[in-house]
Nanobody
């Protein structure tokens, strides 16, 4: 099982950019599907982007498609989320997560980082 630590959140103006990084420790990182999720204030957690173990296929939520890019580097045990053209509604705590099996079974992500706050201001 891997352990996950996110970094890179912060305060940014609308239209700006941020990069989040998730560093995994433990064995077998390339065997896990990885995902970015977020929980806006007062709302339920939602998926943002998920990718396969090899990183060859990535799927994005409609709300971030074209603005966010998820990358994966199995040599460095990291996944990153590049967020561009940020909007007020992107404000949330962002989590990375991992799972065995099909990467788009969002409810099955079982290992989570501690989260990192992203706040977009006007």
């Amino acid at each position: 099982q891997v352990q996950l630590v996110e970094s890179g959140g912060g305060l940014v103006q609308a239209g700006g950019s941020l990069r989040l990084t998730c560093l995994a420790s433990g064995r077998g990182f390339s065997s896990y599907a990885m995902g970015w999720f977020r929980q806006p204030p007062g709302k339920e957690r939602e998926f943002v982007a998920v990718t396969t173990g090899g990183g060859g296929t990535t799927y994005y939520a409609d709300s971030v498609k074209g603005r966010f890019t998820m990358t994966r580097d199995n040599g460095r045990n990291t996944v990153e989320l590049y967020m561009n053209s940020l909007k007020l509604e992107d404000t949330a705590v962002y989590y990375c997560a991992s799972k065995w099996g099909y990467y788009r079974d969002y409810d099955d992500y079982s290992t989570w980082g501690q989260g990192t706050q992203v706040t977009v201001s006007s």
